[in-house]
């Protein structure tokens, strides 16, 4: 089955730098990448996600990158703000129907946003 | 309001014992999801039911049973053969147009 490697584990950044998360995943049949932010206690909720045949996708401040041949894809988040903090998910699936939501996470990267 | 209402939010049980995990979704979503959250760990797939009267297992269903007799509705049970229960249980439905998958405020369960 499909494995999505997450890292750093924990990421501390100060107020107005750009944090930057990896992951990997391992099955090539993967083709949609969803990103999820769950603040402390909170549900996860989706930020961005990219299709396999896009290789780029931005939305003002968040961006996320696929290189499907090297099988990784990274969330980049430009001029962070302390409400940026939270644990960030990365995620892989086949994509396509009900396949959409059986997702792999990753284990999780905890963003710190130091004013 | 439309969404995924999960209930109880907090729920603890003895060993031994089978519990049953709330979800009601209004959002007519054909699709549902339950998945188990571990301190520092991903979210883990349990089981999905893609319509009325059908459920298929995800990655770690053992111990776990579920029914889907309304399409607004999609309960889990945690059954006693679970041997590690203690965890915090989200209920999801999946828009397909999109591929967001949204989820409930989740229930955690505490074995004592």
């Known amino acids: 089955g499909e494995n999505v490697e997450q890292h750093p584990s924990t990421l501390s950044v100060q107020e107005g730098d750009s944090a930057v998360i990896k992951c990997t995943y391992s099955?090539?049949?993967?083709?949609?990448f969803p990103w999820y932010k769950q603040e402390l206690g909170k549900r996860p909720q989706l930020i961005i996600d990219i299709r396999s045949n896009v290789g780029e996708k931005k939305d003002q401040r968040i961006a996320v990158t696929l290189n499907k041949t090297a099988k990784h894809f990274s969330l980049h988040i430009t001029e962070t703000q302390p409400e940026d903090s939270a644990v960030y998910f990365c995620a892989a699936s086949m994509g396509g129907g009900t396949s959409y939501g059986k997702l792999t996470f990753g284990q999780g990267t905890i963003l710190t946003v130091h004013p | 309001d439309g969404g995924i209402t999960q209930s109880p939010k907090y729920l603890f049980r003895k060993e031994g014992q089978n519990v049953t995990l709330s979800c009601e979704q209004n959002?007519?979503?054909?699709?549902m999801y339950w998945y188990r959250q571990d301190p520092g760990q991903g979210l883990r797939l349990i089981y999905y039911s893609q319509i009325v009267n059908d459920f298929q297992k995800g990655d770690i269903a053992e111990g776990y049973s579920v029914s889907r007799e309304k399409k607004e509705s999609f309960p889990l049970t945690v059954t006693s053969a679970q041997k590690n229960p203690t965890a915090f249980y989200l209920c999801?439905?999946?828009?397909?147009?999109?591929?967001?998958?949204?989820f409930g405020e989740g229930s955690r369960l505490t074995v004592l």
């Open positions: 099955d090539s049949a993967s083709n949609y």
């Open positions: 959002l007519n979503h054909d699709a």
């Open positions: 999801a439905s999946i828009q397909f147009n999109t591929g967001e998958l949204f």
